[in-house]
């Protein structure tokens, strides 16, 4: 990315220029060795263009991005070379921030950049993994195969990621429904039997006290409430959001009784797929480890890789340095040492990354049949004591009325 810089050199003399930089610190940095005190950096005219087109258009998906890579492993398949590939990929891309990225890949390699090199440019579509990957690849000849790779590797993410989503929608959008019936029946139809009640003078039992005080509560002090609830729920969303926030829950994830095996079984295909892409890649192993250290979010298994970098790098296998039963299932670390023992890390670790997605996958099937019914049971049961509160003071009023018609 070019950077219009102004400032001054080491006699004082005014300087303005252009520089060529991953980012803005990236610019000043480069500048200061060369004796330049800037007072001014930004992005050149034509990399604001790119950059307003990127916000118009929202960051790429891992839909775009995983097409991206399969188109580009075909063109340069068919010996397509690398510059007329990127052009006809840019013409095909239909998303615009992609659109962007990739006119920007074309210009720097069309300067004599590498495609690893120029990828450098915008970190946040093309991370260290596929940076990696590519430059591997640029090295070996490969550079198909493992564009390929990185297509499988982004759309095997992409289906998780819609099956969590997928087993999650309906169930939240139930909950969100039921909440807004549960505080329309406190808001709008619990003060009618109130005033009922009153003028019956019925004894009220305890649950319904607590929903008419729950009523009035939401009906008087809604100004209150709203923004008290609104600032809750936004701060909540800030502290899971946050590192230190998505950091604690996660671990709390992996360490939950009845969750935590589930979560411990996608960072592990996750970790798994990552570690033996790059490893098949030809990546060294050390890189390799680092590098899926670097990508993984779960904190867990990040401090599990950094202490198996360290002990990879003393001379121990992979599958003892990944011995950790809380973790790993020692099933995996006995495969990865089967692996080891045939030189064949990278396939031994593709291959139990796909067993445990399948079983991920057939899960979360599960879990999708089985949280449906539950939360309408929950909903059903909630909504139903609701409507009996409201009810069970009238019921009272009949049976007292009836033993008082009968007495002699």
Same mark, same amino acid.
């Given at each position: 990315?070019?950077? @219009?810089?102004?400032?001054?050199?080491?006699?004082?003399?005014?300087?303005? #220029?252009?520089?060529?930089?991953?980012?803005? @610190?990236?610019?000043?940095?480069?500048?200061?060795?060369? #004796?330049?005190?800037?007072?001014?950096?930004?992005?050149?005219?034509?990399?604001?263009?790119?950059?307003?087109?990127?916000?118009?258009?929202?960051?790429?998906?891992?839909?775009?991005?995983?097409? %991206?890579?399969?188109?580009?492993?075909?063109?340069?398949?068919?010996?397509?070379? *690398? +510059?007329?590939?990127?052009?006809?990929?840019?013409?095909?891309?239909?998303?615009?921030? $992609?659109?962007?990225?990739?006119?920007?890949? =074309?210009?720097?390699?069309?300067?004599?950049?590498?495609?690893?090199?120029?990828?450098?440019?915008?970190?946040?579509?093309?991370?260290?993994?596929?940076?990696?990957?590519?430059? @591997?690849?640029?090295?070996?000849?490969?550079?198909?195969?493992?564009?390929?790779?990185?297509?499988?590797?982004?759309?095997?993410?992409?289906?998780?990621?819609?099956?969590?989503? !997928?087993?999650?929608?309906? &169930?939240?959008?139930?909950?969100?429904?039921?909440?807004?019936?549960?505080?329309? $029946?406190?808001?709008?139809?619990?003060?009618? /039997?109130?005033?009922? /009640?009153?003028?019956?003078?019925?004894?009220?039992?305890?649950?319904?006290?607590?929903?008419?005080?729950?009523?009035? +509560?939401?009906?008087?002090?809604?100004?209150?409430?709203?923004?008290?609830?609104?600032?809750?729920?936004?701060?909540?969303? =800030?502290?899971?959001?946050?590192?230190?926030?998505?950091?604690?829950?996660?671990? %709390?994830?992996?360490?939950?009784?009845?969750?935590?095996?589930?979560?411990?079984?996608?960072?592990?295909?996750?970790?798994?797929?990552?570690?033996?892409?790059?490893?098949?890649?030809?990546?060294?192993?050390?890189?390799?480890?680092?590098?899926?250290?670097?990508?993984?979010?779960?904190?867990?298994?990040?401090?599990?890789? *950094?202490?198996?970098?360290?002990?990879?790098?003393?001379?121990?296998? $992979?599958?003892?340095? *990944?011995?950790?039963?809380?973790?790993?299932? &020692?099933?995996?670390?006995?495969?990865?040492?089967?692996?080891?023992?045939?030189?064949?890390? #990278? &396939?031994?670790?593709?291959?139990?990354?796909?067993?445990?997605?399948?079983?991920?996958?057939? /899960?979360?099937?599960?879990?999708?049949?089985?949280?449906?019914?539950?939360?309408?049971?929950?909903?059903?049961? +909630?909504?139903? !004591?609701?409507?009996?509160?409201?009810?069970?003071?009238?019921?009272?009023?009949?049976?007292?009325?009836?033993?008082?018609? #009968?007495?002699?």
């Amino acid at each position: 990315m070019s950077y @219009a810089y102004s400032g001054f050199d080491a006699t004082g003399k005014p300087v303005a #220029g252009t520089i060529d930089a991953a980012g803005a @610190a990236e610019a000043i940095e480069a500048l200061r060795r060369r #004796g330049v005190f800037t007072t001014s950096v930004q992005a050149a005219e034509a990399d604001t263009a790119a950059a307003a087109a990127l916000v118009r258009g929202g960051q790429a998906g891992l839909q775009d991005i995983s097409q %991206f890579y399969r188109q580009l492993s075909v063109l340069i398949a068919t010996k397509t070379p *690398l +510059l007329q590939a990127l052009i006809v990929v840019e013409k095909q891309t239909k998303a615009p921030s $992609l659109r962007v990225t990739v006119a920007e890949l =074309r210009r720097r390699v069309e300067e004599g950049e590498s495609l690893a090199a120029a990828m450098a440019a915008d970190p946040l579509v093309f991370d260290a993994v596929a940076r990696s990957m590519v430059a @591997a690849g640029e090295a070996a000849g490969m550079l198909d195969r493992m564009l390929a790779s990185l297509a499988v590797l982004v759309r095997r993410q992409l289906t998780i990621r819609r099956q969590v989503v !997928g087993t999650l929608t309906y &169930p939240v959008i139930l909950i969100t429904v039921s909440f807004c019936v549960v505080i329309a $029946l406190l808001v709008a139809v619990l003060p009618q /039997f109130a005033e009922m /009640f009153k003028s019956l003078q019925t004894p009220l039992p305890p649950t319904t006290k607590a929903l008419m005080w729950i009523g009035d +509560l939401l009906r008087t002090q809604w100004m209150i409430a709203v923004p008290v609830s609104g600032a809750i729920g936004y701060a909540a969303y =800030r502290i899971i959001r946050s590192p230190r926030g998505f950091v604690a829950i996660d671990a %709390f994830l992996v360490t939950a009784p009845r969750i935590g095996p589930m979560r411990r079984s996608f960072a592990v295909a996750s970790f798994c797929r990552l570690l033996g892409t790059l490893v098949d890649a030809r990546v060294p192993l050390l890189e390799a480890i680092k590098l899926t250290r670097e990508s993984i979010r779960c904190k867990p298994y990040a401090d599990l890789l *950094l202490a198996a970098e360290g002990a990879v790098e003393r001379g121990q296998p $992979l599958a003892d340095a *990944l011995s950790n039963e809380a973790l790993v299932d &020692p099933a995996v670390t006995a495969a990865i040492s089967s692996g080891e023992r045939s030189g064949r890390v #990278g &396939p031994v670790l593709l291959q139990v990354a796909d067993f445990m997605d399948e079983d991920n996958e057939q /899960f979360m099937k599960l879990l999708s049949t089985i949280l449906e019914p539950l939360v309408l049971g929950i909903v059903g049961i +909630l909504v139903g !004591g609701i409507a009996i509160s409201m009810f069970l003071p009238l019921f009272d009023l009949a049976a007292s009325a009836g033993g008082a018609g #009968g007495a002699p």
